[in-house]
């Protein structure tokens, strides 16, 4: 498979007031201080900012990364989400399956030239059949975080949930580099494990033929700490500061696209149909 290159970054232009027009503001989006799924949220980040340590992270990464579970086609992978629901997510109780329609179809309206991106975002939370597959919520969904250093303040809950986590006494882990060297980059860090990296690591192992920026895009997508909160600059590359701005671009579409309006996915199978031939074709490996 050829990998495409980008023509430029995007621009201002394609950054619509998203959310407006489900009568919703931006600021009704990301609610943990209050709402009717809080305590579901609450709890799925308590086990998660208790359980993800280095260790764990790196055994995750080792029992998955030679993505030898499963073969199957993205479409039956984008099948087996309309049975997950997210407990991190405070915006949504529907399967994560429309939630994939809906941010590629917010990426289509704004960006109709690339429709690799458009299959970015059907592609970016297709690693939560992580838990089809046995795995708790709490390692397969949430914003993520890097492992091995100080949680910083924008961290979700950080101030209430990482108590019990055995890595916060670790003085090796409780600096603000860590395990880490300044601006040794995002891709020499270990991230909680989750559905991010996982997906990162499927489309790696199966040669996905999509640019650089679809594999960062979905690597780093739920990385909230960094692309909205601000923190862990110290750690990233130039390379990811380059990146930063086609991540947030993604997240507009990931996050102010959540809607109950539901898309007609029948009538748009074909056409995601036609990009997954196009870019990732066939029986894949997880």
């Known amino acids: 498979m050829k990998v495409i290159r980008l023509d430029a970054d995007p621009s201002e232009v394609y ?23 809080l305590d579901r949220v609450y709890n799925t980040y308590l086990l998660m900012h208790t359980h993800q340590t280095v260790d764990f992270v790196r055994k995750k990464g080792a029992e998955y990364g030679a993505c030898a579970q499963h073969r199957m086609s993205i479409m039956e992978a ?5 049975n997950v629901v997210d407990e991190s997510d405070p915006d949504v109780d529907f399967p994560n399956s429309y939630h994939a329609y809906q941010t590629a179809e917010g990426i289509r309206q704004a960006h109709p030239d690339k429709d690799w991106f ?7 939370d297709m690693g ?5 597959a046995g795995e708790p919520q709490w390692a397969v969904v949430g914003d993520t975080f890097p492992v091995g250093c100080r949680v910083q303040e924008s ?9 019990d986590n055995p890595d916060t006494k670790n003085p090796l882990y409780n600096s603000q580099y860590g ?3 300044p601006h040794s980059g995002l891709a020499n860090v270990l991230m909680s494990w989750g559905h991010d990296e996982y997906m990162y690591k499927v489309m790696k192992f199966n040669h996905f033929a999509l640019p650089q920026e679809a594999f960062y ?35 507009k579409f990931d996050l102010y696209t959540k809607c109950k309006d539901l898309p007609d996915v029948t009538q748009l199978k074909p ?6 031939d196009k870019y990732c074709p066939g029986q894949l490996y997880w």
């Open 179 to 181: 395990i880490y060297q």
């Open 217 to 251: 895009m979905i690597r780093f997508h739920s990385f909230y700490p960094w692309h909205t909160g601000g923190d862990y600059m110290h750690l990233c590359s130039n390379e990811d500061l380059r990146m930063l701005a086609w991540v947030k671009e993604f997240n």
């Open 78 to 82: 984008l099948d087996l989400l309309d």
């Open 128 to 132: 939560k059949i992580l838990a089809l």
């Open 155 to 163: 961290v979700v809950f950080s101030d209430s949930t990482f108590h």
């Open 118 to 124: 458009q299959l970015v975002g059907l592609l970016h």
């Open 271 to 276: 056409y995601y149909q036609s990009l997954i």
């Open 15 to 37: 950054r619509p007031e998203a959310g407006a027009e489900h009568g919703k503001l931006k600021t009704d989006y990301r609610n943990y201080t209050a709402g009717p799924l």
